[in-house]
């Protein structure tokens, strides 16, 4: 069984709970949180601990619909998600024609147009799609 220290926050399922505590139970552990008063070593505890985790899955899955339909929106109304290109069409092609000609070494087209080395490629891969 895997428990994931703090700061590596997994989603997790309401079944992935139960999993995870009755596993723990089989092994004597018992939970306790101490600002909510809630423990699973009775079965009113279990039941708010079940609640809980059903209600956190829920509102999950409410802000993930939610956020899909505004993407969805957002895209209709002719809005592109991501970052802005670093550079216009036409410069992103003369970046790609400075590199295809060889006469320039990478280091310093990216200097000359003011972009990273990862930009210059995802550029180049953009043109050779």
Known sequence: MEIRPPGK???RSNRDLIEIISQLDDRGIELSSLSESITTTNNSGRLIFHLFGALAEFE???IRERT???LVAARA???KGGRPKALDSAKR???VKLYTEKQ???VEICRLMGI???TLYSYIAEINR
Do not use: E, F, M
Request: no cysteine.
């Open 9 to 11: 926050v997994a989603q």
């Open 60 to 62: 999950r899955n409410l």
């Open 68 to 70: 899909t339909a505004g």
């Open 77 to 79: 109304r002719g809005h």
């Open 93 to 95: 092609q003369l970046a």
């Open 104 to 106: 320039y070494t990478i």
């Open 116 to 118: 990273s080395k990862p």
